[in-house]
């Protein structure tokens, strides 16, 4: 069976903002400008939901215009639902951070908090003196023991930016779950969160009775973000201490409950989201991704030696977009050939997987669903199918 994009009609991003970018800013001075172009629409999206396709995106006008947003509301949905033949979509209302504290609790609206008679982390830190610096307080020395409940934390790394590396993360979570696991994926990007568009979630994480919230699900994932949490349009101005607080939040301030993999999409490079979850948490392992470009494997070396350093077990190297199969078979190697190879072999790792270059892949990840779950038993999904079971085996063997 070969994934393919079960409906033609469904609009790319690019296709979107044109389609919207035929209808003038009602509120703009200058009658020139499009709704586009005044930042109204962002994170455009098509997708299907139980075989319908669905265009999702972030309508957001910056102020409350009453009767006149709720009226160019439905111009815009008429519009698509005119140009593109898809009947349902939906708008996901970015949060309004402005003047708050940097932490996920305090970023939330504090009606959330309200309606279950809970204070907000303000409240109860209002005479601190590090309130607003350390969105969780002091971090302590100590690895943390509030995901006793969690197997396995997984780490998926890249010593650089642009290999893949989420689009791998977020299929091995999906793969895991196919296979029967419990799973969670946490988005550990502070700086840029790719979960929600990965899984076309665009909503806010609910508090319980505990003071925590509830992870998002999806295809039989939990999951958590950033990018539920904060405007991510706006830059993320934070220091080390923040990223650090922020972090912790995730994994300790969340109801994950008994799961058998955490997966945990880092960001790339060797600073310290990477440096607090060895510190802090008992890590089972991790995964290196790369391209086998040669530039990319010196940024693999200083990653494995970092792991290394803080001992954490590498689990194995991928070596993603290794090769791109034109239609009559033949392997044209973009970026260079067996390079990840060479590397796995010279450090004494495993070569877990070489992925090809396919673009229904990326397309998929674009479009909130990825790879795995659209055809599990596609050629395409076994790649990351393989590299599932591949790492649970490992993991298995080292109890």
């Known amino acids: 069976m070969t994934a393919q994009n079960q409906n033609n009609r469904l609009p790319n991003r690019a296709e979107i903002l044109d ?36 265009i999702g995106l972030m309508f957001d006008t910056k102020k409350d215009n009453g009767q006149q947003d709720a009226i160019l509301s439905k111009k815009i949905k008429a519009l698509l639902k005119e140009k593109t033949g898809v009947n349902d979509i939906q708008f996901m209302k970015p949060l309004d951070l402005s003047g708050r504290k940097h ?41 943390s023991d509030n ?16 290999v893949g590396k989420s689009t791998v993360a977020a299929n091995l979570a999906a793969s895991l779950a196919t296979d029967g696991h419990k ?69 300790n301030d969340v109801a994950w409950g008994e799961l058998d993999y955490m997966v945990i999409d880092l960001p790339p490079g060797t600073g310290d989201i990477q ?35 803080v001992h954490v077990p590498i689990l194995g190297i991928i070596e993603n977009m290794a090769y791109f199969e034109s239609e009559d078979g033949v392997r044209n190697y973009v970026f260079g050939k067996g390079g990840a190879k060479m590397i796995a ?8 997987a070489e992925i090809p270059l396919i673009p229904v892949i990326g397309r998929q990840a674009d ?10 038993d596609s050629s395409e999904a076994s790649h990351y199918r393989q590299l599932a079971r591949k790492i649970s085996d490992k993991l298995k063997s080292a109890i």
Request: net charge neutral; glycine share 8%; hydrophobic share 45%.
């Open 19 to 54: 389609i919207l970018s035929s209808i003038v800013n009602p509120y703009a001075a200058d009658s020139t400008q499009n709704i586009v172009e005044a930042g109204f629409i962002t994170a455009p999206l098509s997708r299907m939901i139980d075989n319908t396709p669905q």
């Open 103 to 143: 932490s996920l609790l305090n970023n939330m609206p504090a009606n959330s908090f309200a309606k279950a008679g809970i204070k907000t982390t303000a409240q109860h830190d209002a005479t601190s003196k590090n309130a607003g610096h350390k969105p969780f307080g002091d971090l302590g020395a100590v690895k």
């Open 147 to 162: 995901l006793e409940q969690v197997k396995h934390i997984i780490l998926v790394a890249s010593g650089k930016g642009g």
């Open 183 to 251: 799973v969670a994926l946490l988005d550990a990007d502070i700086y840029g969160p790719s979960l929600p568009t990965m899984f076309g979630i665009h909503q806010k994480p609910e508090l319980n009775n505990n003071k925590q919230m509830e992870p998002l699900e999806k295809y039989g994932i939990k999951l958590m973000s950033i990018g539920f949490l904060a405007d991510t349009n706006k830059a993320m101005i934070w220091r080390g201490p923040m990223i650090q607080g922020a972090l912790m939040q995730m994994m």
């Open 275 to 309: 440096l607090t979850l060895a510190q802090k948490f008992n890590i089972a392992g991790a995964i290196i991704v790369s391209t086998p470009q040669i530039l990319a494997l010196d940024d693999v070396r200083r990653g494995i030696q970092m792991f290394n350093t």
């Open 345 to 352: 072999e010279k450090i004494k790792v495993d070569l877990l």
């Open 367 to 376: 479009m909130g669903e990825p790879i795995v779950q659209l055809a599990p």
